[in-house]
């Protein structure tokens, strides 16, 4: 968004939901820190009050266990949005560039003009995207405004919620729509998929990329006791408890295609949790991996063992250090894997067959005898 524009709403705002909810805003201007406020698009019908009070809620973070929390529908998303926690998306985001081989999207893209990022975070993803097709409007939303104060102009950063039932904009009106990293975000992922359809126009994409929450591994190393695994258990139950489940990653594929998704396609790279392995490649990504766990560990934990599972903060920090503990254990041969599903909205009037199977490629292969990754490829049924 242009920096000089006094208003950014002319640069072309998202229709705010309910006609006050989403708001347009450039980082520059309206940063937590500069008091300017943040302009909103409003219908006339509602008063200054009404736009004040949404407006407020933006940077009024809530204050729990030493972390902050985003404002805006305040509770709805368990994951701090302090200093600590944007320096680890970051870190997070070049993790996923060195994973993908530098790629940012791996859907078959021919100049777009319209992108919607969801669930930004802090934006990068966006901002890159704006360099790389520079004649592309993005748009990009979160709960937070914790997105860079320098932006490409062709990028806007909205305050916004996806799981809204209406997004305010016409049928059809984005050639690629992206998520990331949204496990735990939403009551029903399967909901937003279904909306990126409605709003994706046809033959343009929808992709999604994220983490399974649940460690593997292929040689016996890791014990069914193993602290990080009961972690993540523990993390699990909370997650359904609080109606936010993680483990949806390794669904995409069979989501999209129920959403009328058609030419889909999934890739699933693993990251090991850290340095265990000998490949060069796997080496580095596990380093960081092993540190985003560690900078991270603290705020994937306190919000949902305090408030869904009602453990103290003294608890927690307990706890947590035979967990740090396990992630640094390299005796332990464990990974993730990430889900990357992408698939485009058929033509009007294609002929769109069902498919007898699909194939599934894995990437970034664990372990691998040489620094280049390995491919491999099996069939799946269902996609899941």
């Not at 909901?191 to 292929?218: A, L, N, V, W």
Request: hydrophobic share 35%.
């Amino acid at each position: 968004m242009n920096e000089e524009d006094p208003n950014p709403a002319s640069a072309g705002t998202l229709p705010a939901r309910n006609l006050s909810t989403a708001m347009a805003y450039s980082p520059a201007q309206s940063s937590p820190n500069s008091g300017n406020g943040t302009p909103i698009d409003a219908d006339s019908l509602y008063d200054d009050n009404s736009s004040l009070a949404v407006e407020s809620s933006v940077y009024n973070f809530a204050k729990e266990n030493g972390r902050t929390y985003h404002g805006y529908r305040a509770g709805t998303y368990h994951f701090p949005n302090d200093p600590s926690e944007t320096d680890r998306l970051d870190f997070q985001y070049e993790i996923l560039k060195y994973c993908f081989l530098d790629r940012n999207y791996f859907a078959p893209l021919d100049k777009p003009q319209r992108i919607l990022d969801i669930g930004t975070g802090t934006g990068q993803w966006a901002v890159e995207m704006g360099d790389d097709f520079p004649d592309a409007e993005i748009q990009a939303t979160d709960l937070s405004p914790i997105q860079p104060l320098s932006v490409p102009e062709n990028v806007h950063f909205f305050i916004d919620d996806a799981s809204d039932e209406d997004w305010a904009l016409p049928p059809a009106h984005f050639d690629y729509i992206h998520t990331r990293m949204l496990l735990g975000c939403f009551t029903d992922f399967r909901d937003i998929i279904r909306k990126g359809f409605h709003y994706t126009k046809p033959g343009g994409y929808m992709e999604s990329q994220d983490i399974y929450s649940t460690p593997y591994c292929d040689d016996g190393t890791m014990p069914s006791d193993w602290p990080l695994l009961e972690w993540t258990k523990y993390s699990d139950d909370a997650a359904m408890a609080a109606d936010r489940p993680m483990r949806i990653a390794n669904k995409f594929k069979r989501w999209y295609k129920a959403a009328g998704f058609v030419d889909v396609q999934e890739k699933v790279f693993k990251i090991p949790v850290n340095a265990w392995p000998r490949d060069r490649h796997l080496k580095t990504l596990g380093m960081m991996s092993e540190e985003n766990w560690l900078c991270g560990l603290s705020a994937f934990s306190m919000g949902h063992f305090s408030r869904i599972l009602n453990w103290s903060k003294p608890q927690i920090e307990v706890y947590l250090v035979n967990v740090r503990k396990a992630i640094q254990d390299k005796r332990v041969h464990a990974y993730h894997k990430v889900f990357v599903v992408w698939g485009r909205r058929p033509l009007e009037g294609e002929q769109t067959p069902q498919e007898p199977a699909s194939s599934t490629e894995t990437v970034v292969a664990v372990p691998g005898p040489s620094s280049a990754p390995a491919t491999e490829k099996t069939s799946t049924a269902d996609g899941s």
